[in-house]
């Protein structure tokens, strides 16, 4: 098969201008390299074959070597270098993330989502797209029917089914998060390219180090993908052999593998520079991919002088582009506190929280009912994870006959992967999609913390708003009914320590439905911790959780704590607050009541642990003089002990006494037998005695 003339001039323009930079950033090696950096240099043959055949409504996550790529795509070397030297216009971060790690939402480009550093983990959001690819096409929801879609109908070409391609480096291959993409995509037959750069490397460790097999033989063992292995060092054979794999995954809507075998032919990046331990130099540098093209421009009928002008304008571009990088602003110290979440519509409470005649449901109703009104008005919302489908509606049937009512498109079943639960949301986002995704115990929840802290809570704030994450994240949590080690666990301190999501635990149902609703027209990723033992409220001491259900059109805010208890200021009279959540806020409720001294203590219900109502904490603590946080989980260097401090910080000169915290006991995990599990955790009588300690100081 003949190349058009046009095709093998473009892709060699572009290589050339890939290899220009990378020489000229060895050329001024001590002035780009303030911040890591790494080059394409033996790669660009095929990352230059894919970028030219991608389309605006194709989504790509490059790797962090694919500067090529995106000189293929369309960007300029001048692009490229704003974030090479982090600058405040790097169009990409505002100069946040590292050279060649891009997020472009332009509408004559392939989109790209936010991705971290591209070691593998950006398989996962990269299979997600794919899957809400596919997804929008079962629904009937094209490319422009959702508000929040990035395409653009005027840009692009309707004929042409849109692809996800997710580039690797080989050494990636073997995390274990790859293998949950591919077996998802294999799974659900998503329209997703894996192109695999094998060089042989990863850093200083050689694939017969590190790898069993290269990525063609692994991929074998997954049935439903399908892969081929080119020369990635040859663009005509690249070009033609992605030209066929691309109509494919248009077409017929299958996953592909693309083993490309490649020279590295630069240093790893210019922290690990190549001559400290390679040892196959003079091998790689005979697949230079640059002589090959070179001579197929000649075989092809170009003039030497023709070839040659086109490498000398692609230097004079990319001299050019980098003396007028240098000369633009470094991002100011004001830059650092933006976009790290989008603006909510949800600020104030709204809609009926208790209308009249309507029944009391127990917690967990509150949340399926929630998720049904808006699966029933939205159909962009799916929700997904293990066991929620149809056989059983979650293994505590909070979506119980919701695939039922929206079919298995839309309620399904996953794998036990709580990485690709997590991560996928990541994708789904950003084909305009809103996943309601759930880890069934918070005790699962630690495959997903990757994910949840590379991928989805980083996206805003290192795209630079362009790519916010919209998820939900459900999460059971607590102990319950000696469930043991292995069910009953609390994360929430781990959970608060990731900046970029926001957080809920809820102590009642119609909190529970009022933050459902807010978090779903929440622009960004929020966490909902949901205690088991408040599902039903068969917990002694829990009625409270049971609730009348709010109207359909109830909202509550997040970051709008609750003053459940509110007393006044009383001279002589020995008053304090109670800071808790969740279960804790029963425990304060019955403990206060026990006592008789409802009089005195004031209840805080936080609602929602990020972000948190510092000024309702705070005002309280100041009337009250003295202060108790309850939690649930140990209480050493927990987020309740945290908040003492904060506390304690905030209201030092209004205070009567330490601000005190109790949670369960200091051990490594919730014991199976129930008096053990009994005595780690607190209750309402070791709040009461807590509170008589405080009150009496």
């Known amino acids: 098969m003949n190349m058009k003339k046009e095709t093998l001039k473009k892709g060699f323009s572009k290589l050339c201008t890939a290899k220009a930079m990378a020489e000229l950033y060895e050329a001024n090696f001590k002035q780009v390299s303030k911040y890591v950096h790494a080059t394409s240099r033996g790669h660009e043959a095929i990352q230059i074959a894919l970028g030219m055949q991608l389309l605006p409504q194709d989504y790509a996550f490059p790797y962090y070597r694919d500067d090529a790529m995106l000189l293929s795509f369309g960007l300029e070397p001048y692009d490229l270098m704003l974030q090479l030297l982090a600058k405040k216009d790097d169009p990409f971060s505002g100069g946040r993330t590292y050279y060649s790690h891009p997020s472009l939402k332009d509408d004559d480009k392939p989109k790209i989502p936010h991705q971290s550093s591209a070691t593998g983990m950006q398989t996962i959001p990269a299979t997600g797209v794919a899957m809400g690819m596919k997804y929008k096409e079962l629904q009937g929801l094209d490319d422009y029917s959702l508000e929040s879609d990035p395409v653009s109908s005027s840009t692009v070409e309707n004929a042409l089914n849109p692809i996800t391609v997710c580039s690797l480096g080989d050494a ?14 294999a799974l659900k037959q998503m329209p997703i390219l894996y192109l695999v750069q094998d060089n042989g490397w990863d850093i200083s460790a050689n694939a017969a180090e590190t790898r069993a097999q290269n990525a063609f033989e692994y991929a074998q063992g997954f049935k439903g993908l399908e892969a081929i292995s080119i020369d990635g060092a040859n663009f005509t054979e690249s070009y033609q052999a992605l030209e066929k794999v691309i109509e494919t995954i248009r077409t017929e809507r299958r996953p592909f593998l693309v083993h490309a075998k490649v020279p590295l032919l630069n240093h790893h990046t210019s922290g690990v520079r190549m ?29 030497e002088q023709e070839v040659e002008e086109v490498e000398n304008s692609a230097k004079a571009k990319v001299q050019s582009d980098f003396e007028k990088a240098l000369k633009t602003e470094d991002p100011k110290p004001e830059d650092l506190f933006t976009n790290d979440f989008v603006p909510t519509p949800i600020t104030e409470e709204q809609g009926t929280r208790s209308p009249e005649g309507a029944d009391k449901v127990v917690m967990v109703d509150c949340a399926l009912f929630a998720v049904e009104e808006l699966m029933k008005k939205h159909k962009e919302c799916l929700l997904y994870g293990q066991d929620v489908g149809g056989r059983l509606g979650g293994v505590f049937r909070e979506a119980a006959t919701l695939a039922q009512k929206f079919g298995d498109d839309r309620v399904f079943n996953t794998p036990i992967q709580e990485a690709f639960i997590v991560g996928s949301t990541v994708g789904m986002s950003a084909v305009g999609l809103k996943p309601i995704v759930e880890v069934q115990f918070a005790d699962y929840i630690w495959p997903g913390l990757n994910q949840l802290f590379t991928e989805v809570s980083r996206s805003c704030y290192l795209s630079n708003g362009k790519w916010p994450v919209s998820m939900i994240l459900r999460v059971p949590i607590g102990a319950y009914g000696s469930g043991g080690p292995y069910h009953s ?24 439905k009022g933050l459902m609703k807010a978090a779903y027209y929440d622009p960004n990723p929020v966490v909902i911790l949901e205690h088991k033992g408040l599902y039903w409220s ?62 005195q203590i004031e209840v805080i219900d936080l609602r929602t642990l990020f972000p948190l109502d510092e000024d309702t904490i705070m005002k ?5 003089g003295k202060c108790l946080v309850v939690t649930e989980e140990p209480s050493n260097n927990s987020f309740a002990r945290a908040l003492s401090g904060k506390i304690q910080e905030e209201c030092f000169k209004y205070l009567d006494a330490p601000v005190m915290t109790i949670g369960s006991e200091n051990m490594p995990a919730i014991p199976l037998n129930s008096t053990l599990e009994q005595t780690m955790i607190p209750s309402t009588d070791k709040v009461k005695a807590k509170i008589e300690q405080l009150i009496n100081y």
């Open 275 to 303: 001559e400290w331990y390679r040892d196959d130099l003079d091998e790689a540098r005979s697949r230079d991919p640059y002589p090959v093209i070179k001579q197929q421009l000649l075989d092809a009928g170009f003039s």
């Open 538 to 599: 068969k917990v002694p001491g829990t009625q409270g959780a049971t609730s009348v259900e709010p109207s359909e059109d109830y909202v509550l805010p997040f970051g709008k704590a609750w003053v459940l208890q509110e007393i006044w200021k009383q001279e002589n009279v020995e008053t304090l607050t109670i800071v808790t959540y969740g279960m804790g806020v029963h425990w304060a409720m019955n403990a206060s009541e026990e006592l008789g001294m409802q009089d």
């Open 172 to 185: 990636s291959v073997t995390e274990g998060e790859i293998a949950e993409a591919f077996q998802m995509a």
């Open 489 to 512: 666990s609390s994360v929430e301190s781990v959970i608060t320590n990731i900046r970029g999501i926001k957080i809920a635990y809820p102590s009642n149902g119609a909190d529970l």
């Open 620 to 624: 309280s603590v100041k009337k009250t």
